[in-house]
Nanobody
Framework: QVQLVESGGGMVQAGGSLRLSCAAS????????MGWYRQAPGKERELVAR???????DYADAVKGRFTITRDNAKNTITLQMNSLRPDDTGVYYC??????????WGQGTQVTVSS
């Protein structure tokens, strides 16, 4: 079992910045994938960014150049620095942990609201 604890989020005006953090605990396999997904009202959950324990990183096209994901393998944490936020970045952001099929976990979600 893996537990995820998220922090950060909140409300900011367009152009502002926010930082999200997620810490994983429990039985952590050496290879894993941690990332952030988001879900806007009425829309499906979508990938924002993810980073493997081998430092491979993926970003959604919509956030490239604005968001930066970093991870600390020793602490099993990831951080998402979100800059130049836009109203369409609004949604619930979920931390995600994956290491094999049938072994993925989600955080409780944290609200990000960007006002215009």
């Amino acid at each position: 079992q893996v537990q995820l604890v998220e922090s950060g989020g909140g409300m900011v005006q367009a152009g502002g910045s926010l930082r999200l953090s997620c810490a994983a605990s429990g039985s952590i396999p050496s290879y894993n994938l941690m990332g952030w997904y988001r879900q806007a009202p009425g829309k499906e959950r979508e990938l924002v960014a993810r980073a493997s324990s081998l430092s491979a990183i993926d970003y959604a096209d919509a956030v490239k150049g604005r968001f930066t994901i970093t991870r600390d393998n020793a602490k099993n944490t990831i951080t998402l620095q979100m800059n130049s936020l836009r109203p369409d970045d609004t949604g619930v952001y979920y931390c995600h942990f994956f290491w094999r099929a049938g072994a993925e976990y989600w955080g409780q979600g944290t609200q990000v609201t960007v006002s215009s």
